[in-house]
């Protein structure tokens, strides 16, 4: 159980293009999904909280501009990376709330050229 | 604000050794999860520990929760190559669902 997947799983696209990731619950509903960035070697880093049917919370520094989450439906959050430049080239995992225990997506490695 | 100091952020050993890897804070948290991450991959849940003083055994891992639910630790015996990744606690403690991350171990176990 509280398998979560993303897709795509990496994606390479041109500047000033727009990037939508997906990240869906597989066996569970998720009222509360969370999207990361992570850099090599590091640890996570949290850029937003999305919540189904309400607008998302992003951290400071996050422009929500930039980072547009949608969370439709239960078992469904998307994270939208629009205007794409070579600095948001990264490692974006979702993860699902299940009691104050997180479940984590493959990961999308995003390459902007 | 709340953060969880890791320790140590890099390690190499020879397979057999044995390592600890420390996650503290001065906050208390509610619970306090072990992540292990591979390269290209998402974090893989290991364990959530929720009780002070708690500890749980995964095979040859060990974690245990403080007292005072502030810190953690990791223990791997007679390490193997196939250990190797970045390990990661985090700790939950507000009614946000939030996690707060420590830094990272990247461990690297050489046959």
């Known amino acids: 159980g509280a398998v979560v997947s993303q897709h795509p799983s990496w994606v390479i696209c041109k500047s000033g293009t727009s990037v939508k990731i997906e990240c869906r619950s597989l066996?569970?509903?998720?009222?509360?999904m969370f999207w990361y960035r992570q850099f090599p070697k590091q640890s996570l880093m949290l850029m937003a909280t999305?919540?189904?049917?309400?607008?998302?919370?992003?951290e400071q520094g996050v422009e929500k501009d930039k980072f547009l989450i949608n969370h439709a439906s239960l078992t469904l959050s998307t994270l939208t990376v629009t205007s794409a430049h070579p600095e948001d080239s990264s490692f974006y995992i979702c993860?699902?709330?299940?009691?104050?225990?997180?479940?984590f997506g493959p990961g999308t490695r995003l390459l902007v050229l | 604000t709340q953060l969880l100091e890791q320790s140590p952020q890099f390690l190499s050993i020879q397979e057999g050794e044995n390592l600890t890897v420390y996650c503290n804070s001065s906050?208390?948290?509610?619970?306090l999860q072990w992540y292990r991450q591979e390269p290209g991959e998402g974090p893989v849940l290991l364990v959530t520990?929720?009780?002070?003083?708690e500890v749980k055994k995964l095979k040859r891992l060990t974690f245990q929760f403080g007292d005072a639910r502030k810190d953690s630790s990791l223990h791997i015996t007679a390490a193997q190559p196939g250990d190797t990744g970045l390990y990661l606690c985090?700790?939950?403690?507000?009614?946000?669902?939030?996690?707060?991350f420590g830094q990272g171990t990247t461990l690297q176990v050489k046959p």
């Open positions: 066996d569970f509903q998720a009222t509360t």
């Open positions: 993860s699902a709330d299940i009691q104050e225990t997180q479940y």
């Open positions: 520990v929720v009780t002070g003083g």
């Open positions: 985090a700790g939950a403690g507000g009614n946000t669902g939030k996690l707060i």
């Open positions: 906050s208390v948290f509610s619970s």
């Open positions: 999305s919540n189904e049917g309400s607008k998302a919370t992003y």
